[in-house]
């Protein structure tokens, strides 16, 4: 079975500051991946996702991941925080084969000091 | 453009109680999900469908029913509400049973007394 692990629940850091968001993974086939962000009272919103091919995936709003198989991690980063980044992240994985929706992390809330 | 819609926004039941909560899609998606988010464990599929006719359970779909009433309409019901369901409840929308996409609905608040 697929699982997602999300480190810290909430992550704090200042405008300007380097975003970094942990999530690794665990799974016996090569897994496909995203990161979703929801805004307050919305629902999520798909941010970027890695399937096959390069492992470094840019996304919206200068995000970025990289998916690395030796370390089953796929962390998300970006480099200068911005006020409006403040939100909830959620990694999630999806198999190829078996059941093909999209198993979730327990989620990292982003909170940017001014 | 609506996008996914999810009807009530807002809902408070009585142990016991019973309701349908709404989901319809104007994206032409054949599939539709379910979903369940409580703080501290992200969300947790419920049911889903990943197309018209058919349904299929998640992680967590006991005291949950669902009908997938056509192509655009997914609905999930609570036959006897319990206190263990209150969550927001979310729905979302794909291409197929494969897409990378979701698109989510805005959620209900649900709470149950």
């Known amino acids: 079975a697929q699982s997602v692990t999300q480190l810290g629940s909430h992550v704090s850091v200042s405008e300007g500051a380097l975003v970094l968001l942990r999530c690794n993974y665990s799974?016996?086939?090569?897994?496909?991946l995203f990161w979703y962000v929801q805004y307050p009272n919305q629902g999520l919103q798909l941010l970027l996702k890695y399937t096959t091919g390069a492992t470094l995936v840019k996304g919206i709003n200068g995000f970025e991941a990289e998916f690395k198989k030796s370390e089953t991690s796929f962390h998300l980063t970006k480099p200068s925080a911005h006020m409006s980044d403040a939100a909830e992240y959620f990694c999630a994985v999806r198999m190829d084969t078996g059941r093909r929706a999209l198993t979730f992390g327990s989620g990292t809330r982003l909170q940017v000091q001014p | 453009n609506a996008g996914v819609t999810q009807t009530p926004k807002f809902q408070v039941l009585k142990t016991g109680q019973s309701m349908t909560l709404q989901c319809a899609q104007d994206m032409n998606h054949n599939s539709m999900y379910w979903y369940r988010q409580d703080p501290g464990m992200g969300l947790r599929l419920i049911y889903y469908?990943?197309?018209?006719?058919?349904?299929d359970k998640g992680e967590v779909p006991n005291g949950y029913n669902v009908s997938r009433l056509n192509k655009r309409e997914f609905s999930l019901r609570l036959e006897s509400a319990a206190p263990s369901q209150t969550s927001v409840y979310f729905c979302a929308s794909s291409v197929g049973a494969g897409s990378e996409k979701l698109f989510f609905g805005s959620g209900t608040q649900l709470s149950v007394l």
């Open positions: 469908s990943a197309s018209e006719g058919t349904t």
């Open positions: 799974s016996s086939v090569p897994p496909y």
